[in-house]
């Protein structure tokens, strides 16, 4: 039972450049989730998926596009980088199932560098 | 969901109890509390949640004043692994956001 795992680990991006961070989880979650923190700062919301099918913007959603591909993935794209977006992403899931405590799980992070 | 405040930091020495304040006078009835902690540049951790009555489990307790206005994590022996930054935060449990604030750096020396 791995949790919620995130690929890659590390990434260096020259600007304009496309990638896709990925995300799974093992926990059948129906929710899921896309942070970025920025150094010395708390997590904030890119993007949330509160079911498969599903995807909605949070606090921070411009530069990137999100895909739930099945429950288990959720992908966070981003299109063209820009030095802004230089950050550590963090993935998350939690149950939502009604009566669930609502609990978010998260997974390593992936750090990125956009030069 | 409602604002909190927290101390930016504290400190505690190992072994003994360290005792994490946080006010949310702004809390509504639908709200609970939550407690996560995220050790250097690891994934934020959840430790502990409630709406009004108090709450322990293998990691802390969590205590919540009558009027639900503030609250205060309690990790009962600390030690250094317990070194990480805690973040309480304010939620509806229907609703998935999770809002992070600054957090208090806890800080335990031997």
């Known amino acids: 039972n791995a949790g919620v795992t995130q690929t890659p680990k590390f990434q260096v991006l020259k600007t304009g450049q496309s990638m896709t961070l990925q995300c799974a989880q093992d926990?059948?979650?129906?929710?899921m989730y896309w942070y970025r923190q920025d150094p010395g700062m708390g997590l904030r919301l890119i993007y949330y998926?509160?079911?498969?099918?599903?995807?909605d913007k949070g606090e921070v959603p411009n530069g990137y596009n999100v895909s739930r591909l099945n429950k288990r993935e959720f992908s966070l794209r981003l299109e063209s980088a820009a030095p802004s977006q230089t950050s550590v992403y963090f993935c998350?899931?939690?149950?939502?199932?009604?009566?669930?405590?609502?609990?978010?799980?998260f997974g390593p992070g992936t750090r990125l560098t956009v030069l | 969901d409602a604002k909190t405040t927290q101390p930016p930091s504290m400190d505690c020495a190992e072994g003994r109890a360290a005792n994490l304040p946080c006010n949310h006078s702004?809390?509504?009835?639908?709200?609970?509390v939550y407690w996560y902690r995220q050790i250097h540049s690891q994934g934020p951790q959840y430790i502990i949640h409630?709406?009004?009555n108090n709450e322990t489990n293998e990691m802390a307790s969590l205590i919540i004043t009558e009027d639900r206005k503030s609250s205060t994590l309690i990790l009962p022996h600390a030690t250094l692994r317990d070194t990480a930054v805690y973040y309480c935060?304010?939620?509806?449990?229907?609703?998935?956001?999770?809002?992070f604030g600054q957090g208090t750096i806890l800080t335990v020396h031997p």
């Open positions: 998350a899931s939690s149950s939502r199932d009604p009566g669930s405590t609502d609990t978010q799980y």
């Open positions: 926990m059948n979650h129906n929710s």
């Open positions: 998926s509160a079911s498969e099918g599903t995807t």
């Open positions: 702004t809390i509504s009835g639908n709200e609970y």
């Open positions: 409630g709406l009004k």
């Open positions: 935060i304010v939620k509806d449990i229907s609703y998935g956001k999770l809002t």
